[in-house]
Nanobody, 115 residues
């Protein structure tokens, strides 16, 4: 079965940096588009960064220039480098992949940014 495990969430001050990681198993990882999603307190989950199997990346406007998504197809890992963090980046970050007709989610990792 598909399994996604996120790590790296912490409490940081505004302007700080974090690197999130997501370990994937149960899929032929190199073939799949991988997403990072953010759920702020009291809000809906939203896509913030995507990396395709080709390595092409896309970002939501609010994180462009601050966040970088990358992947390691040998280790089956996807990363989210988060720089210049802002209080509005606070929330749970989820890794996801669409495989076999549905979206699979990890358990999430909490990021808290204090001003």
């Amino acid at each position: 079965q598909v399994r996604l495990v996120e790590r790296g969430g912490e409490s940081v001050q505004s302007g700080g940096s974090l690197r999130l990681s997501c370990a994937a198993s149960g899929i032929n990882f190199k073939l799949y588009t991988m997403d990072w999603n953010h759920q702020a307190p009291g809000k809906q989950r939203e896509l913030v960064a995507r990396i395709e199997s080709s390595g092409t990346t896309n970002y939501t406007d609010s994180v462009k220039g601050r966040f970088t998504i990358s992947r390691d197809n040998v280790r089956n890992m996807v990363y989210l480098q988060m720089n210049n963090l802002k209080p509005e980046d606070t929330g749970v970050y989820y890794c996801s992949v669409k495989a076999w007709g549905r979206v699979h989610w990890g358990q999430g990792t909490q990021v808290t940014v204090s001003s």
